[in-house]
């Protein structure tokens, strides 16, 4: 059928997804207050004058129905991005890059696949739910329209956010990036599960 979607790997990206999603959990959280939210903000600002970044790591979508995972490369230079998934169980890799005037898909078919909008692209071919826009805030631990609700971390991290429908979660963060920049990154919507572990952070 369509790439990464593998019945038994389904099930078996399902559960490790759920016993992390529970592990996360744990994690105790404090309530925003004034000195929190300030710190948060000037965070935001020093990210978003770093728009250019790319990240390593693996990648795990789940849905209703289906489940998929593979290693993931990201590479972001402001609006333009690119986003390969490989999946070690089918073999195949697919490439998923736009910026403001629209996106491509390549690798699931002989030809590649065009839309204007990533998240739309992704659930028609894949049937995954991925908030595409927002990620790229969401993945750094920042609000991607600013009027997020959050929780915070005892060290005054960004423990979770709930923005545009989604809760995402972040259980840890990677030592040696100023400002810490998140490890794994759980979010969820409506019976849709994004999980992502980060291996490497690079920013130029």
Do not use: N
């Amino acid at each position: 059928m369509h790439a990464l979607k593998v019945a038994r790997a389904g099930r078996l990206v399902g559960l490790a997804f759920g016993l992390a999603w529970l592990a996360g959990c744990a994690t105790p959280k404090l309530r925003p207050d004034a000195v929190l939210l300030a710190a948060q903000e000037q965070r935001e600002r020093t990210l978003a004058a770093r728009p250019d970044w790319s990240l390593s790591g693996r990648l795990a979508v789940s849905t209703p129905d289906d489940a998929g995972s593979g290693s993931l490369e990201w590479s972001q230079e402001g609006d333009r991005y690119r986003f390969t998934v490989h999946a070690p169980v089918t073999g195949k890799t697919w490439t998923l890059r736009g910026d403001a005037g629209g996106v491509e898909l390549v690798g699931l078919r002989a030809g590649p696949m065009h839309d204007a909008d990533a998240a739309a692209l992704l659930e028609r071919e894949l049937g995954w739910k991925v908030p595409v826009a927002q990620l790229a805030s969401w993945v750094r631990g920042a609000r991607a329209g600013g009027r997020g609700e959050l929780e915070f971390r005892p060290d005054g991290l960004p423990a979770a956010l709930v923005e545009d429908g989604w809760r995402i979660e972040y259980p840890d963060y990677l030592a040696g990036t100023e400002p810490p920049l998140p490890r794994r990154i759980f979010a969820s919507r409506d019976g849709y599960r994004v999980r992502l572990v980060v291996a490497r952070w690079q920013t130029p």
